[in-house]
């Protein structure tokens, strides 16, 4: 299965400041996934990544808040952006393992925000 | 509306003994099921997978078992080892798509 390398592993940043959070896969796919997990609650899926076309948003998130790319089959970004204290999450890149194994995730990034 | 719930937040079972994680979810056109493990500091990795054809999958240690009727599936460690410590969550998946619905997790301590 794919190997995804994510990083920052974490951070600590100050409200109303941007954060980029990036994933590299070893492998090309087409499609990327964008998760947030927030304390004591289940992974939330808050968009896929296309290359080459606008990511598509889960219900409740919007690309301001939550700018992606995905300028090649290997590599995502997304950015949190104008961050609040209710933005502290881990975020978790993932990549469609194919059957049976479901999504392959990055390592994540856990952000706590000030 | 949480379609996929994991109801015991935490679990503490001896070593050598049985863990049993439990699972429920709402929505009847999921037909595939799949157990994540989470240790702090990584990524889930994926543990072991359930076809809603099948009422059980094993591999190794791990069994997972399914009740359509009953909309609930189960995950089964035996023996239970101490490395089993971590966070499980189960997701499920819409026929031919590719998002997973997952659960809120389940933190299993094994006790040596």
């Known amino acids: 299965s794919a190997v995804i390398s994510q990083k920052p592993s974490r951070d600590i940043c100050q409200r109303g400041t941007s954060l980029t959070i990036q994933c590299q896969v070893d492998?090309?796919?087409?499609?990327m996934f964008w998760y947030r997990q927030q304390p004591g609650q289940s992974l939330t899926l808050i968009a896929t990544a296309n290359q080459g076309s606008e990511a598509t948003y889960e219900s409740g998130f919007v690309i301001d808040k939550f700018p992606i790319s995905r300028p090649n089959l290997t590599f995502s970004t997304l950015t949190v952006s104008n961050m609040s204290p209710e933005d502290s999450s881990i975020y978790l890149c993932?990549?469609?393992?194919?059957?049976?194994?479901?999504?392959?995730f990055g390592s994540g990034t856990r952000l706590t925000v000030v | 509306d949480q379609q996929v719930k994991q109801n015991s937040p935490s679990l503490s079972v001896q070593e050598g003994r049985i863990s049993i994680l439990n699972c429920d979810y709402t929505n009847s056109m999921f037909d595939y099921f799949l157990w994540y493990k989470k240790y702090p500091a990584e990524g889930p990795t994926f543990l072991i997978s359930?076809?809603?054809?099948?009422d059980k999958n094993e591999d190794g240690r791990f069994t997972v078992f399914l009740n359509k009727s009953a909309k609930h599936l189960s995950l089964h460690i035996v023996p239970s080892q101490p490395g089993d410590s971590a966070v499980y969550f189960c997701?499920?998946?819409?026929?031919?798509?590719?998002?997973?619905?997952f659960g809120q997790g389940t933190r299993l301590t094994i006790n040596p």
């Open positions: 997701a499920a998946a819409h026929p031919g798509a590719q998002k997973l619905v």
């Open positions: 359930i076809s809603s054809i099948k």
């Open positions: 492998s090309q796919v087409t499609m």
């Open positions: 993932s990549v469609d393992g194919g059957f049976p194994y479901g999504y392959t």
